[in-house]
T-cell receptor, first 113, second 111 residues
């Protein structure tokens, strides 16, 4: 069965650069979620979208923005990157928001030099 | 403040026996609970979920039990298989999109 696809799998950037992470949800899923997992930490919820509208917002820095497109894929844009942004970024998708199982991709590992 | 806790960092079970993974939570507003399995270098794989209006949900070899008064849930795997060896996370949400994860329990199923 098709799963959530994230690209790239690995990304290396320098401080103050920008990065764009992409997420392609499971076909027919209309909700996407973004999580950030720092070293030795649990995944922290950043933001979610349902039917291309922001659904919920967590601890997403102002330097980050995200959107969901008409084909339901989502992009997380990160600017003015800092060393502390080095983390594993997971995207998940579900059929409907809230109270539905979230299915995760394999993540994008972002390293800031 | 860890709202979702998995107090056993590891569990070892013989193949064919029952594996019981436990999870405790502190937030009484949580109304949806999930279990995930995770292998290294992969994202969490959804296993089973339960709404707070139920106390049991079963899917094949996996059963989740919810005890709201004790703020406790457990995952039973019967029979356990070597392929079940992985790290298991419970997660919870409180009528939001945000999942709060536990710290995980490493399950090892030996022959």
């Amino acid at each position: 069965a098709a799963g959530v696809i994230q690209s790239p799998r690995h990304l290396i950037k320098e401080k103050r650069e920008t990065a764009t992470l992409k997420c392609y949800p499971i076909p027919r899923h209309d909700t996407v979620y973004w999580y950030q997992q720092g070293p030795g930490q649990d995944p922290q919820f950043l933001i979610s979208f349902y039917e291309k509208m922001q659904s919920d917002k967590g601890s997403i820095p102002d330097r980050f923005s995200a959107q969901q497109f008409s084909d339901y894929h989502s992009e997380l844009n990160m600017s003015s990157l800092e060393l502390g942004d080095s983390a594993l970024y997971f995207c998940a998708s579900s059929l409907g928001p809230r109270g539905k199982p979230q299915h995760f991709g394999d993540g994008t590992r972002l390293s800031i030099l | 403040d860890q709202q979702v806790k998995q107090n056993s960092p590891s569990l070892s079970v013989q193949e064919g026996r029952i594996s019981i993974l436990n999870c405790d939570y502190t937030n009484s507003m949580f109304d949806y609970f999930l279990w995930y399995k995770k292998y290294p270098a992969e994202g969490p794989t959804f296993l089973i979920s339960i709404s707070s209006i139920k106390d049991k949900n079963e899917d094949g070899r996996f059963t989740v039990f919810l005890n709201k008064s004790a703020k406790h849930l457990s995952l039973h795997i019967v029979p356990s298989q070597p392929g079940d060896s992985a790290v298991y996370f419970c997660a919870a949400s409180a009528n939001t999109d945000k999942l709060i994860f536990g710290t995980g329990t490493r399950l090892q199923v030996f022959p």
